[in-house]
């Protein structure tokens, strides 16, 4: 592909400040232990994201119907974008029609495209090494505390290609993700499976094959 006198940018490509084309929130509260509703309204925390998705861990909260209503403001909706902003800054996940009207704690960020259909993009072009790099080399605060703002991340500057070359790109990349996530599933699979087996065999509830 050829590319124009702007850096070495290709043709047909610009660059563009985050903030110009997403509408960029900072999360709600984190609730204390005794705010945990089992049963009510997830609450995303960074540890919840993985491979560009949201995979829920073992301890997530969840919040009241009352309450999430409350902060219905960081309600989620298919095709935002949630980025980390403390700890390991930059990490992203694309929100899917599962987690509709879920909500996000303090220590995330949301990234709302103004085009839904630039999403998938969008959520790539975040989890490059690159950005998280950008991100990193302004974060503030000490080591492990360390955290980004919603100005940051909205000064964020992301080269956009023409509209289908991002359809095309991010669905590549998107179909790669799924796969690594089929994989893990496999080996997580295999790896309880291979727990029961061993528990079987070492009780002698199961003789070893000879």
Avoid: F
């Amino acid at each position: 592909m050829s590319a124009d006198s702007r850096e070495g940018i290709p043709e047909g490509w610009q660059p563009v400040p985050l903030g110009d084309i997403c509408d960029i929130q900072s999360g709600g509260p984190a609730p204390r232990r005794s705010e945990d509703v089992p049963g009510g309204v997830p609450l995303v925390r960074p540890a919840d994201l993985r491979n560009r998705r949201i995979s829920p861990k073992p301890g997530m909260p969840h919040v009241s119907p009352e309450r999430a209503r409350e902060l219905r403001r960081h309600q989620l909706v298919a095709d935002d974008i949630l980025v980390s902003r403390t700890g390991t800054v930059g990490r992203a996940a694309l929100v899917t029609e599962h987690e509709q009207e879920w909500l996000y704690n303090t220590h995330l960020l949301r990234v709302r495209p103004h085009d839904p259909a630039q999403a998938l993009y969008l959520v790539a072009y975040l989890a490059r090494r690159a950005t998280a790099d950008w991100l990193g080399s302004r974060a503030v605060g000490t080591t492990g505390m360390r955290s980004i703002t919603v100005r940051t991340l909205s000064e964020l500057p992301v080269l956009l290609p023409p509209v289908d070359q991002q359809r095309d790109i991010g669905a590549a990349l998107a179909a790669v993700d799924e796969k690594i996530r089929a994989h893990e599933d496999i080996v997580r699979t295999t790896g309880v499976l291979r727990d029961t087996l061993s528990d079987l065999l070492m009780s002698g509830r199961l003789p070893p094959c000879p």
